[in-house]
């Protein structure tokens, strides 16, 4: 568990979820079809793929760590014009206050038709003290 600061409020309250568990929801409720690491079944005309891409323990003191971050990869999979959704989910992601790192246009799929562009995010979050 750890202890997030809200940007807005300047609070300070406990976060459980997982950047994986916040991407999720944020996606789905996009009404995506998101999965981790690889899509699962028939895939659909569009949907996402999360990747984590690492975790770092930033800031010490006393020898411990003081932050987390977490990084993820956003695989985004489409068969039209991807561009009107790509910016429906950056600016859901920023709306949660998740950092976007990098943008990239990753090519188009000629065997399956898909257009693929990856979204990485970061987001800190404090450690909970022991």
């Not at 309250?13 to 981790?36: A, D, F, Y």
């Not at 999360?50 to 975790?55: K, R, W």
């Not at 411990?64 to 790509?86: C, T, W």
């Amino acid at each position: 568990m750890y202890q997030r600061d809200d940007r807005r409020t300047g609070q300070r309250g406990v976060k459980s979820m997982s950047l994986l568990s916040e991407l999720t929801s944020i996606i789905s409720g996009l009404n995506v079809p998101v999965e981790t690491g690889v899509f699962s079944g028939t895939a659909p005309d569009t949907y996402a793929v999360l990747t984590p891409i690492g975790d770092t323990f930033d800031l010490f003191a006393d020898n411990m760590p003081e932050q987390d971050i977490e990084e993820v990869r956003i695989s985004l999979f489409h068969k039209g014009n991807y561009v009107a959704l790509k910016r429906r989910i950056e600016k859901a992601i920023l709306s949660a206050e998740i950092t976007i790192t990098n943008r990239v246009y990753v090519g188009h799929e000629d065997d399956t038709g898909y257009h693929h562009y990856a979204i990485d995010v970061a987001n800190l979050y404090e450690t909970e003290e022991n």
